[in-house]
């Protein structure tokens, strides 16, 4: 099976401070995603990824960038935390170019900013 | 963008009972899936299913894509089962696909 893991389950952090979210997947896929997920909201995108070192935004890339530097991590980057960044944060990969692969999601980190 | 609906928004039922879980889409995909959140957070995948139907245990999900919908049967209810239940489907976005979530359909199964 496809195994995605998030470094951390839970993380709180101050404001201000650069927060790193890891994500590392172990069966090759080209594609990774960054989402988050409030209530009421819903999964939203953030950002994703088809390739090393290639990055897409999402619906709501404001306040995030992402780095992806081998095929296996896809890390999301706050670059100064906000109390609105308080949410559950959501990685997933899927694997190949074009259609026909399902997508497989971490079990998540919940970040609270104080 | 493409739109997806689930319905109802939140499902009480007792435990043994059988739940239909619906998705609606507004354009034609060619990814559909149905997860399971549970109550830690954790996205299951539960089916990879643009057309037609699938089994498993005592889940089953239809997709009839001509006409834009899925549904998600789950039989002889547990308590295990309580937690959300999302529909996704693929959209291309800048050349790559990407999935765009429903609103989700809170599922509780009393003992």
């Known amino acids: 099976d496809v195994k995605v893991t998030q470094s951390s389950r839970y993380l709180v952090k101050r404001t201000g401070e650069k927060v790193f979210l890891e994500c590392v997947q172990d069966?090759?896929?080209?594609?990774m995603f960054w989402y988050r997920q409030d209530p009421g909201l819903g999964l939203r995108l953030i950002y994703f990824s088809y390739d090393v070192k290639m990055k897409e935004k999402g619906d709501i890339p404001e306040g995030y960038s992402v780095s992806r530097e081998k095929k296996e991590r896809f890390s999301l980057i706050l670059e100064s935390a906000s109390t609105n960044q308080t949410s559950m944060y959501l990685c997933?990969?899927?694997?190949?170019?074009?259609w026909g692969y399902g997508y497989t999601f971490g079990s998540g980190t919940r970040l609270t900013v104080v | 963008g493409i739109q997806v609906e689930q319905s109802p928004p939140d499902l009480i039922l007792q435990e043994g009972a059988n739940s239909t879980l619906r998705c609606n889409f507004s354009d034609s995909v060619n990814n559909l899936q149905w997860f399971h959140q549970n109550p830690w957070g954790q996205l299951i995948n539960l089916f990879y299913?643009?057309?037609g139907t699938k089994q498993n245990g005592r889940l089953s999900a239809t997709t009839v894509a001509t006409e834009r919908y899925s549904l998600l049967y789950i039989s002889s209810s547990q308590t295990t089962d309580s937690g959300v239940y999302f529909c996704a489907v693929d959209q291309i976005h800048q050349g790559a696909q990407k999935l765009v979530f429903g609103q989700g359909t809170r599922l509780t199964i009393n003992p």
């Open positions: 299913i643009p057309s």
């Open positions: 069966m090759d896929h080209e594609n």
């Open positions: 997933a990969s899927s694997g190949g170019q074009g």
